[in-house]
């Protein structure tokens, strides 16, 4: 059925657009506007608010998946279900190394499945990997616009306020791992599972070893660094869409 809704993102297959991108935060959505033509309001259902516009006459979904694996899975399925067939995630990072700064973005090549929704969908030796022309497309432009970034493995994550935070970041600062999210690995792996093409872009609000309340408010609060990096974020997921369109 052609026009059946979706139930969580309450979007049909009308909206014929294959690219989206995804914030976890609603109020992430607005700040796209102003990059996009003839922008709609669409929906705005729980966590999941939706806009469509078009960026290069080339037609752009914006939809929030809200927190974590769970909320991000049912995303992802739903998009999928309308035709949406690349996902870029643009979401906010802690830092997992010393030389990475606030607004610095990550790109993330793949992502550690600490988290359960990919886990409940496949066995955790199946790789959450971003999709390597994506992932040029968006350091390329980056380079290009003289914007601060880093290409390598990020951490997904289901939990905030453990007794043991501290200990698990320094593990995993050790391995080498960039920063952390909770998302990612969630779209990457349901995305290999259905065929999309995924990436996933995060923008830096606490530094390694920072406060985490401080830095998430710093970004609420559009503290320079952090919400100069919301844009940088912002306009090369647009960019990357335009360069690998334009390939298509
Ligand atoms: O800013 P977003 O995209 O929501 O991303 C990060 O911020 C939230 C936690 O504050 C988590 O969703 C995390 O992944
Ligand atoms: O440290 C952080 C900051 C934002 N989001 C996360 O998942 N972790």
Redesign the pocket.
Known sequence: MPTEIQPHIQLTKKIKAKYALL???PK?VDKVTQYLNDVEELAYNREYKSIMGYYKNIPILVVSTG??GPSTGIAVEELSSIGVTTLI?????GALQDDIHLGDLLIATGAIRDEGTSNAYIESSFPAIATHNLVSAISDVSTRKNIPYHTGIIRSHDS?YTDHEEHIDDYWSDKGVLGS???TSTLYVLGALRGLQTASILNVVVPSKGNLQSG?NDLVGGESLPAQGEQNQILVALEAIASIHNKS
């Open positions: 914030p976890g935060d992430r927190i974590g995630r643009i979401g906010s990072s905030f999210d909770m998302e998430i």
